[in-house]
T-cell receptor, first 114, second 111 residues
Framework: DADVTQTPRNRITKTGKRIMLECSQT?????MYWYRQDPGLGLRLIYY???????NKGEISDGYSVSRQAQAKFSLSLESAIPNQTALYFC?????????????FGAGSRLTVL | DAKTTQPNSMESNEEEPVHLPCNHSTISGTDYIHWYRQLPSQGPEYVIH???SNVNNRMASLAIAEDRKSSTLILHRATLRDAAVYYC????????????FGQGTILTVHP
């Protein structure tokens, strides 16, 4: 099993629909992240969470919300999807305990908003 | 936030060494230099990181300038599987929790 699992891997939806992307990790890390990737723009940070009660906005949080249901689960929601939210979304978990601050990424969730 | 600058693309031949440069002139004293790579259709994966001293691991070596304003990721013998986008990132200190990946360097490896 993958250390960081994202579901769904692909999703096509319509403008105005509510969408949830889910992420779970088996590494036991406290810190989790959601990134968005667009062609030519690298990865941009949407939200990050240092533990279940600590959630922070990233560079591009507008239009998104998150929920940290448990240490292992971190979900990203689009309350009312719009076409410019079409992108590849990545979840990551961070090994901060050893001081290495290494991120392990999921395989990505490709979202298309029509 | 401290920024990094990388060439948009580089090319190499298989089994030759590759030196991927990164400039980070505004790095703070507590920022670590991390490198990740993203293979086609995959999420980024960790390659190596360092603070001041050069570092080696099974994947690559990291050479850090004495003034820490630049670094170089070294792939000792490139393989076709090393073709990817390589990201140089500053992590910790002023950038902690705000980790953002730039556009990276697209590495093409020729047979």
């Amino acid at each position: 099993d993958a250390d960081v699992t994202q579901t769904p891997r692909n999703r096509i939806t319509k403008t105005g629909k509510r969408i949830m992307l889910e992420c779970s990790q088996t590494k036991g890390h406290d810190r989790m992240y959601w990134y968005r990737q667009d062609p030519g723009l690298g990865l941009r940070l949407i939200y990050y969470s240092f533990d279940v009660k600590d959630i922070n906005k990233g560079e591009i949080s507008d239009g998104y919300s998150v929920s940290r249901q448990a240490q292992a689960k971190f979900s990203l929601s689009l309350e009312s999807a719009i076409p410019n939210q079409t992108a590849l979304y990545f979840c990551a978990a961070e090994d901060g305990a050893t001081g290495a601050n290494v991120l392990t990424f999921g395989a990505g969730s490709r979202l298309t908003v029509l | 936030d401290a920024k990094t600058t990388q060439p948009n693309s580089m090319e190499s031949n298989e089994e030759e060494p590759v030196h991927l440069p990164c400039n980070h002139s505004t790095i703070s004293g507590t920022d670590y230099i991390h490198w990740y790579r993203q293979l086609p259709s995959q999420g980024p994966e960790y390659v190596i990181h360092g603070l001041t001293s050069n570092v080696n691991n099974r994947m690559a070596s990291l050479a850090i300038a004495e003034d820490r304003k630049s670094s170089t990721l070294i792939l000792h013998r490139a393989t076709l599987r090393d073709a990817a986008v390589y990201y140089c990132i500053l992590w910790g200190g002023t950038s902690y929790g705000k980790l953002t990946f730039g556009q990276g360097t697209i590495l093409t490896v020729h047979p």
